[in-house]
């Protein structure tokens, strides 16, 4: 996989993380809450890490 | 942090992650990369710290307590129009911020107080949506009421301190301290949210 394929890969995780993070912030209730560490986090996080391994891993050339 | 601060973060953060996901020409320079890491390493932690902050401040607010169906009639029997009952009389004359009410008096002040009332909160959540919820007035707290919790505002007021009751014997005010007495079980202020009342009560209107 090439890195400009992993990093379209870690911005889509990233940026669905942080929509539902931000989704989360506009109601006041204990479900919003729920919502924003049990889906947004996790969402976000792996996005991060996917693209923190990518840097650290040895990808192939892209053209 | 701010609450507009925390969603300002989070739509630039996510802006960023998009346009460094899906423009490939933009991270091939040094400054793209370094964008790029911003986008997607820094900037989203920064978010994630920033709506977490502002998700354990709203946990405090009265509004969030209220929320479930089940804390309704608790939220009510702040307005009973009569002193007697400990919560209103609390509520109604600022003894408490009305929008931290619940907060105020349902955590302790000790060390882990208000971590302690969040592992109870996600219990409460548990309860509400895969447990089976108990009607309002057969809520009881988990543990009798500490002193420490209402100690923690009248302790060394004039009120608290000179007035007759608290001097029916001359070691009460001590016990009452130590906790040794409790102010609610010992039946002094034992008229708390008592939602059984609310049938045909009268309420005060909260003006704005």
Redesign the interface.
Known sequence: MT??KR??????F??L???I??L??LP???????V??GI??PI??A??IF??LS?VSQPQR?E | MQ?SI??TL??L??GL??L???R?DL?QSRAGKIL??V???IL??L??WG??E??LD??T?T??CL??HVMKDFGQSLKYDDPGYIPARHYQNNFVPRDHACYTCHTDYAMFGGVKAKIR?LR??YV??LGTIPVPKDIKLYTPFSNTTCLHCHLGARRFEEVNAHHKTPDLLMKVKSGETSCISSGCHDIVHEVGDLKGAKFWRESR
């Open positions: 890195f400009e990093l379209r890969i870690a911005g889509l990233v940026a993380g942080l929509l993070q931000m989360s912030l006041i209730h204990p479900l919003a809450f729920i924003f560490v947004g986090a976000m996080v996005g991060v693209f923190l840097l892209s | 609450l925390t969603l989070i739509a953060s996510l992650a998009l460094v996901g899906f490939r991270v790029a890491f986008a997607l390493a989203p932690v978010s994630l709506g977490f502002e998700h709203r946990a607010s509004e969030f929320s479930c909160g409460h959540i509400q949506y």
